[in-house]
């Protein structure tokens, strides 16, 4: 399951004007899903006279156009997607424009297109984003708005912000909305909803709307998401502060979509089927209310806000299941790095939002690796502190990563802008090795001489070197080493035998995994830049179940730089198993033994530092069945499938980097 993705809204992208407060918008929209008509009416305020230009979509023509008190023509009926509407000068802006939506079309991910899709329309779901023009936005400005929503009865649908009523009479639903706060745009959307409804009393004594907008077929699960919403508004409320607003709800889309916006979220319908959901991405679009639409990030100099909401919820909800899951996750988000293609890596101030595979593994896993790494350094309290002091400094403010060092700073009273500076600025990451170690016996115990080795230029890094020790009663004993060149020899005195000696075990630190650390995942055959494909079968439909195998897997790989080269070995079981023996490669893993299930996929690192990536099936309909399930198992160094299920699956181990002491030392 992809990641969700928070509203990023083109306007904040030419920072937001500091000169004039927030226009207020009064809107009256009318839409007619049926019909895919909307009409619409905004009044729209300035604290001051000044130049003022409205986007609003090509599809709306503006009926009226009044500036001051004074009626203004409206521009000619425009071609382009946008029309610009500008004004030399305004205070007061009354606007009426009409026009026909685009028909929803079901299969369209919102995904990838955010705030910018067209808006559309139909009985089943409306969506309106933020940035289609489906209002007239005020350019290069956040916006406050009221608005007064009128749809056919039996519809529901909100836009972010506070319920102020609603009613049904007259064959039409109608609902008046507020949002006081500066907010990055508006969304809208409508369908055949259910409503349920929970009022909480908050942690921080404040009254907050929890609501499900669902459509008929998914009314059963309102009950365990607005059991979830009030155990995250909870947790969170004591970690950072109050929540910042009154409601929250979460809202089905037809659509296979998954956005978070300010006091609500907007999930595809088979989306919130899926029983993981409320217990990772729920409260990951939760938070986002704190980081995203609470502190806005100032996304010109990096997107803080999905690093720290993945630290914050993704992984702290693993680090709550205990130290092994949050140990693999850290692990996982290492393997991605390390399989991903140079040429795609860029420095974590560079990241503004998420475009595809690989910016998720900078933007959203580096950055929340660095903020697990600051509160190794720092300490929990001081790294709480930091982040309640953050919050209560930038609330409804936009913000920088140099504003969230400097909280930090102040919360724990250190200088960090070396750490900031390198884990910010610079892309890549340190390639940390054990270049020798030794142990002398001393006076009462045992002196351990590690020497650590860097490439150039050197991180400053404090790296965690776990000892494993004779008659150590503790069992292993962890030390940390703080490293600043490219090479230094660190002395640890110990009170036993140190027997060896293991570089960061847990993955505590952000680097490059050494090969052996590496084990092979399915997530390199799709981000290689030099794919190539064997099929071992003549046989027709292999063959072309063969071809759509490859072209579904390696689908994003192509004009990549060569990093890791894949290639990729399809067959029948008999004809692999051949095949193996002939290459005079290890024969199929005892997980894989043949026989069972209907495929069996696994990689192999050959000796040429090629991946392998073996496809064994029964036959062609057992092939054609994995196109569509085995990329979505990137993660992954085998599998078992039954048809286009995968019954069982893993990761081959990772091999620590250890330094075994006691050849040498005797
Ligand atoms: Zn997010």
């Given at each position: 399951?992809?990641?969700?993705?928070?509203?990023?809204?083109?306007?904040?992208?030419?920072?937001?004007?500091?000169?004039?407060?927030?226009?207020?918008?009064?809107?009256?929209?009318?839409?007619?899903?049926?019909?895919?008509?909307?009409?619409?009416?905004?009044?729209?305020?300035?604290?001051?006279?000044?130049?003022?230009?409205?986007?609003?979509?090509g599809?709306?023509?503006?009926?009226?156009?009044?500036?001051?008190?004074?009626?203004?023509?409206?521009?000619?009926?425009?071609?382009?997607?946008?029309?610009?509407?500008?004004?030399?000068?305004?205070?007061?802006?009354?606007?009426?424009?009409?026009?026909?939506?685009?028909?929803?079309?079901?299969?369209?991910?919102?995904?990838?297109?955010?705030?910018?899709?067209?808006?559309?329309?139909?009985?089943?779901?409306?969506?309106?984003?933020?940035?289609?023009?489906?209002?007239?936005?005020?350019?290069?400005?956040?916006?406050?708005?009221?608005?007064?929503?009128?749809?056919?009865?039996?519809?529901?649908?909100?836009?972010?912000?506070?319920?102020?009523?609603?009613?049904?009479?007259?064959?039409?639903?109608?609902?008046?909305?507020?949002?006081?706060?500066?907010?990055?745009?508006?969304?809208?959307?409508?369908?055949?909803?259910?409503?349920?409804?929970?009022r909480?009393?908050?942690?921080?004594?404040?009254?907050?709307?929890?609501?499900?907008?669902?459509?008929?077929?998914?009314?059963?699960f309102?009950?365990?998401?607005?059991?979830?919403?009030?155990?995250?508004?909870?947790?969170?409320?004591?970690?950072?502060?109050?929540?910042?607003?009154?409601?929250?709800?979460?809202v089905?889309?037809?659509?296979?979509?998954?956005?978070?916006?300010?006091?609500?979220?907007?999930?595809?319908?088979e989306?919130?089927?899926?029983?993981?959901?409320?217990?990772?991405?729920?409260?990951?679009?939760?938070?986002?209310?704190?980081?995203?639409?609470?502190?806005?990030?100032?996304?010109?100099?990096?997107?803080?806000?999905?690093?720290?909401?993945?630290?914050?919820?993704?992984?702290?909800?693993?680090?709550?299941?205990?130290?092994?899951?949050?140990?693999?996750?850290?692990?996982?988000?290492?393997?991605?790095?390390?399989?991903?293609?140079?040429?795609?890596?860029?420095?974590?101030?560079?990241?503004?939002?998420?475009?595809?595979?690989?910016?998720?593994?900078?933007?959203?896993?580096?950055?929340?690796?660095?903020?697990?790494?600051?509160?190794?350094?720092?300490?929990?309290?001081?790294?709480?502190?930091?982040?309640?002091?953050?919050?209560?400094?930038?609330?409804?403010?936009?913000?920088?990563?140099?504003?969230?060092?400097?909280?930090?700073?102040?919360?724990s009273?250190?200088?960090?802008?070396?750490?900031f500076g390198?884990?910010?600025?610079?892309?890549?990451?340190?390639?940390l090795?054990?270049?020798?170690?030794?142990?002398?016996?001393?006076?009462?115990?045992?002196?351990?001489?590690?020497?650590?080795?860097?490439?150039?230029?050197?991180?400053?890094?404090?790296?965690?070197?776990?000892?494993?020790?004779?008659?150590?009663?503790?069992g292993?004993?962890?030390?940390?080493?703080?490293?600043?060149?490219?090479?230094?020899?660190?002395?640890?005195?110990?009170?036993?035998?140190?027997l060896?000696?293991?570089?960061?075990?847990?993955?505590?630190?952000f680097?490059?995994?050494?090969?052996?650390?590496?084990?092979?995942?399915?997530?390199?055959?799709?981000?290689?830049?030099?794919?190539?494909?064997?099929?071992?079968?003549?046989?027709?439909?292999?063959?072309?179940?063969?071809?759509?195998?490859?072209?579904?897997?390696?689908e994003?790989?192509g004009?990549?730089?060569?990093?890791?080269?894949?290639?990729?070995?399809?067959?029948?079981?008999?004809?692999?198993?051949?095949?193996?023996?002939?290459?005079?490669?290890?024969?199929?893993?005892?997980?894989?033994?043949?026989?069972?299930?209907?495929?069996?996929?696994?990689?192999?690192?050959?000796?040429?530092?090629?991946?392998?990536?073996?496809?064994?099936?029964?036959?062609?309909?057992?092939?054609?069945?994995?196109?569509?399930?085995?990329?979505?198992?990137?993660?992954?160094?085998?599998?078992?499938?039954?048809?286009?299920?995968?019954?069982?699956?893993?990761?081959?181990?990772?091999?620590?980097?250890?330094?075994?002491?006691?050849?040498?030392?005797?």
């Amino acid at each position: 399951m992809t990641r969700l993705v928070t509203l990023l809204a083109a306007l904040l992208l030419a920072a937001p004007a500091a000169a004039r407060a927030v226009p207020a918008h009064d809107l009256s929209v009318r839409i007619d899903p049926q019909e895919r008509t909307l009409e619409g009416r905004d009044t729209i305020r300035l604290d001051s006279a000044g130049p003022v230009t409205l986007l609003l979509s090509g599809r709306f023509r503006v009926n009226s156009l009044s500036v001051d008190g004074r009626m203004v023509r409206a521009p000619g009926s425009p071609r382009e997607a946008l029309q610009r509407i500008v004004l030399r000068s305004a205070r007061r802006i009354d606007i009426r424009w009409s026009g026909v939506l685009v028909a929803l079309d079901r299969s369209l991910d919102h995904r990838g297109t955010l705030s910018y899709g067209a808006p559309a329309s139909a009985p089943e779901g409306t969506y309106l984003p933020a940035g289609s023009g489906w209002y007239p936005a005020v350019e290069g400005s956040l916006e406050r708005y009221r608005l007064a929503l009128d749809l056919p009865a039996g519809q529901r649908g909100l836009v972010a912000g506070r319920l102020m009523e609603e009613s049904e009479a007259g064959g039409r639903y109608r609902a008046r909305f507020d949002f006081p706060q500066p907010s990055e745009g508006i969304a809208l959307m409508a369908g055949p909803y259910r409503v349920e409804q929970r009022r909480l009393r908050t942690a921080a004594g404040s009254g907050v709307r929890l609501r499900t907008y669902f459509h008929p077929e998914i009314a059963e699960f309102a009950r365990g998401y607005l059991d979830s919403i009030a155990g995250y508004l909870d947790l969170y409320e004591r970690w950072i502060g109050a929540y910042p607003f009154s409601e929250f709800s979460v809202v089905s889309s037809p659509t296979p979509t998954g956005l978070g916006m300010p006091t609500l979220t907007y999930l595809g319908i088979e989306v919130l089927r899926l029983p993981f959901i409320r217990s990772t991405s729920l409260g990951h679009e939760v938070l986002h209310n704190w980081w995203g639409n609470g502190v806005y990030p100032d996304y010109a100099h990096g997107n803080w806000a999905e690093g720290l909401t993945t630290f914050m919820a993704d992984y702290a909800y693993r680090e709550r299941e205990g130290g092994e899951a949050a140990t693999a996750t850290r692990l996982a988000w290492l393997r991605d790095y390390a399989s991903m293609p140079p040429g795609d890596d860029s420095a974590l101030v560079r990241f503004t939002s998420r475009t595809h595979g690989a910016s998720q593994v900078v933007g959203y896993n580096k950055a929340a690796m660095v903020f697990f790494m600051l509160r190794e350094a720092i300490g929990a309290a001081a790294f709480d502190e930091g982040v309640r002091r953050f919050w209560r400094e930038q609330r409804f403010r936009v913000a920088s990563w140099d504003d969230l060092r400097g909280a930090f700073e102040r919360a724990s009273g250190r200088d960090l802008a070396a750490f900031f500076g390198q884990w910010l600025s610079r892309p890549g990451a340190p390639d940390l090795r054990i270049a020798d170690a030794r142990a002398v016996p001393t006076i009462g115990g045992w002196r351990l001489e590690v020497t650590l080795a860097q490439g150039a230029p050197a991180y400053v890094v404090s790296v965690p070197l776990v000892i494993r020790a004779i008659q150590s009663p503790r069992g292993d004993i962890t030390r940390r080493v703080e490293l600043g060149g490219e090479r230094d020899t660190a002395a640890l005195d110990l009170p036993h035998e140190p027997l060896a000696v293991a570089l960061d075990p847990d993955f505590r630190m952000f680097r490059r995994l050494a090969a052996a650390e590496a084990p092979p995942i399915l997530r390199q055959a799709m981000l290689t830049g030099s794919p190539t494909m064997f099929s071992l079968s003549a046989e027709p439909g292999m063959q072309v179940a063969a071809q759509d195998l490859a072209a579904k897997l390696f689908e994003r790989s192509g004009a990549r730089d060569t990093v890791i080269p894949v290639t990729l070995v399809i067959g029948l079981h008999a004809d692999i198993d051949e095949w193996l023996a002939g290459a005079g490669m290890a024969p199929r893993p005892p997980a894989l033994a043949a026989g069972r299930g209907s495929a069996q996929v696994w990689t192999v690192r050959a000796g040429d530092g090629r991946t392998l990536v073996l496809v064994s099936v029964r036959d062609a309909p057992s092939l054609a069945a994995l196109a569509r399930p085995l990329p979505h198992y990137g993660q992954q160094s085998w599998l078992l499938f039954e048809g286009a299920r995968a019954i069982e699956r893993g990761v081959w181990p990772a091999q620590p980097q250890v330094w075994e002491l006691r050849p040498a030392a005797r």
